[in-house]
């Protein structure tokens, strides 16, 4: 998206000091991103994570089961804090998806960056991964 800056897949939010893909006890499968709030805001951030997965479904994406595979918001602000719940509840009174979202907000403890090979896997591998795609929804925000 315009405005993105970098990207980096990491784990969040879990017990280990330094989490592995073998070892994240806790944590999520996160990704870390840097943007420019003059060009994008996070509530464009916020509006384009609720379509591009399924928020309503609880310790799951896709074939991936667990807790490392939740819908969390890692907030590092009150204020983000605030504009996510906010979000939340907009996606929730929408009726788009049958049950009620279950995406965590959740303080940015720690983020360990994962392995070279967890970085841009789908631009490695074109194929590998399905269920993280732009539904052809319309935006919440319009």
Same mark, same amino acid.
């Given at each position: ?29 996160? *990704?870390? *991103?840097?943007? &420019? ?9 916020? &509006?384009? !994570? !609720?379509? *591009? ?33 906010? !979000? *939340? &509840? ?28 967890? @970085?841009?896997?789908? @631009? ?19």
């Amino acid at each position: 998206l315009p405005g993105i800056i970098d990207t980096e897949t990491g784990y969040a939010g879990g017990e280990a000091e330094h989490a592995t893909y073998a070892h994240h006890p806790g944590s999520a499968e996160a *990704i870390r *991103i840097q943007y &420019d709030p003059a060009k994008i805001s996070f509530k464009h951030l916020l &509006d384009f !994570f !609720f379509r *591009i997965h399924d928020p309503s479904t609880l310790n799951r994406q896709g074939n991936d089961m667990g807790t490392s595979y939740r819908s969390a918001i890692f907030y590092a602000t009150e204020e983000e804090k605030k504009e996510a719940q906010e !979000f *939340i &509840d907009l996606v929730n009174t929408s009726g788009r998806w049958k049950n009620p979202v279950t995406t965590a907000l959740e303080p940015l403890s720690k983020f360990t960056e994962a392995e070279p090979e967890h @970085q841009d896997y789908l @631009q490695n591998n074109p194929g590998g991964y399905t269920c993280h795609y732009v539904r052809s929804m319309p935006s919440y925000l319009e």
